[in-house]
T-cell receptor
Framework: AQSVSQHNHHVILSEAASLELGCNYS??????LFWYVQYPGQHLQLLLK??????LVKGIKGFEAEFIKSKFSFNLRKPSVQWSDTAEYFC?????????????FGKGTKLSVKP | EPEVTQTPSHQVTQMGQEVILRCVPI?????FYWYRQILGQKVEFLVS????????KSEIFDDQFSVERPDGSNFTLKIRSTKLEDSAMYFC????????????????FGQGTRLTVV
C-alpha cells in the first residue's frame, strides 16, 4: 500500500533560519505530490503541488519543494522562515490514474518559529 | 474567496449515539471527500463522493458510516452508534475534478469538526 513518511514530528527554528521538511513516499508508479499547511485553528491549505514538468515547484509564501524521483522524495524548503510560518505541514500524494483522487497524507510536521 | 464550511466546529456525543457532521462544499465543485485525523496521527481518507454516489471508500469507512448529499448544497457524514475510537477531527473537502487528475485540480478543505465521544 502507498504511504507517506514525514521524518520530523516537531521542528523548532528561530526567525530567518532556513527550513527543510522531509517527505518520502512509497509507490513505484506515477504520483502527484502536495504540501498542505494548517495554521492554528484553520483549515488545511494547499502550499504547492507537483504534477509533472519542472521538479522544482514554487508555492505560496516563499515555499518551494523539489521532487526527486530517484529518492521518492518531495522535500519542502523555505530560505528564511517567519514567525507567521508557525503551523503544521502535511505532505500528501495521490496515485495518478489509480484511486479516485484520495489523498494519502503523512503524519505532519509541526513547525514552531521563535521570534 | 469561496471556501468549504463545516458545522459544528466541535461536537461532543455519548458513546452509542448517532452524529451527523455537516459540510457545505464549494458550489461548483463535483467531488466531495471526508477525511479524519485522530489526535497525533495522520490525516486519513474515509470516502469520496461523486454524482450522488460513493466513488471510493477506505477500510475505515465501515457500515457505521454513511454519506449523503440531501440537497444541492450540503454533504453530510453520519456515524451511527459512535465509539470512543471515533473521536477525531473530521475534515470535509471538495474539488472541481479529481485531485491530481487530468485537470490537475486541488482539493479544498474545511476547518474540520472535532468530534469527541465520551
Amino acid at each position: 500500500a502507498q504511504s507517506v513518511s514525514q521524518h520530523n514530528h516537531h521542528v523548532i527554528l528561530s526567525e530567518a533560519a532556513s527550513l527543510e521538511l522531509g517527505c518520502n513516499y512509497s509507490y513505484g508508479g506515477t504520483v502527484n505530490l502536495f504540501w498542505y499547511v494548517q495554521y492554528p485553528g484553520q483549515h488545511l491549505q494547499l502550499l504547492l503541488k507537483y504534477f509533472s514538468g519542472d521538479p522544482l515547484v514554487k508555492g505560496i509564501k516563499g515555499f518551494e519543494a523539489e521532487f526527486i524521483k530517484s529518492k521518492f522524495s518531495f522535500n519542502l524548503r523555505k530560505p528564511s522562515v517567519q514567525w507567521s510560518d508557525t503551523a503544521e505541514y502535511f505532505c500528501a500524494v495521490t496515485v495518478y490514474g489509480g484511486s479516485q483522487g484520495n489523498l494519502i497524507f503523512g503524519k505532519g510536521t509541526k513547525l514552531s518559529v521563535k521570534p | 474567496e469561496p471556501e468549504v464550511t463545516q458545522t459544528p466546529s466541535h461536537q461532543v456525543t455519548q458513546m452509542g449515539q448517532e452524529v451527523i457532521l455537516r459540510c457545505v462544499p464549494i458550489s461548483n465543485h463535483l467531488y466531495f471527500y471526508w477525511y479524519r485525523q485522530i489526535l497525533g496521527q495522520k490525516v486519513e481518507f474515509l470516502v469520496s463522493f461523486y454524482n450522488n454516489e460513493i466513488s471510493e471508500k477506505s477500510e475505515i469507512f465501515d457500515d457505521q458510516f454513511s454519506v449523503e448529499r440531501p440537497d444541492g448544497s450540503n454533504f453530510t457524514l453520519k456515524i451511527r452508534s459512535t465509539k470512543l475510537e471515533d473521536s477525531a477531527m473530521y475534515f470535509c473537502a471538495s474539488s472541481e475534478a479529481l485531485p491530481g487528475g487530468v485537470l490537475n485540480t486541488e482539493a479544498f478543505f474545511g476547518q474540520g469538526t472535532r468530534l469527541t465521544v465520551v
